[in-house]
């Protein structure tokens, strides 16, 4: 099992930027791909982002553009920088870890707002 703890958010107006950062620990397997997932009220949890241990990166098509996800192996730290917001990004941010076992694990949130 893996520990991941996300920070960074907060409040942005519309076309502002933040960048958020998950932090894993407790690791005893390698990680193979870290994602970024968000959850508006409502709305089900989206993939947002994803990037192996290799560097491939993957984007919902709504971000693409926008949001860069980035990882450090070294320091087992995970980024998601986010530029250009809009309202509709506002949503609880979810870091996700897939581990070399094939087991998934999940941080508790960070919650982004974004206002008009």
């Known amino acids: 099992q893996v520990q991941l703890v996300e920070s960074g958010g907060g409040n942005q107006q519309a076309g502002g930027s933040l960048r958020l950062s998950c932090a894993a620990s407790?690791?005893?397997?390698?990680?193979?791909?870290m994602g970024w997932y968000r959850q508006a009220p409502g709305k089900q949890r989206e993939l947002v982002a994803s990037?192996?241990?290799?560097?491939?990166?993957n984007y919902v098509d709504s971000v693409k553009g926008r949001f860069t996800i980035s990882r450090d192996n070294a320091k087992n730290m995970a980024y998601l920088q986010m530029n250009s917001l809009k309202p509709e990004d506002t949503a609880v941010y979810y870091c996700?870890?897939?581990?070399?076992?094939?087991?998934?694990?999940w941080g508790q949130g960070t919650q982004v707002t974004v206002s008009s």
């Open positions: 996700s870890a897939g581990r070399l076992d094939g087991g998934v694990d």
């Open positions: 407790r690791i005893h397997f390698s990680i193979r791909t």
């Open positions: 990037i192996t241990r290799g560097g491939t990166t």
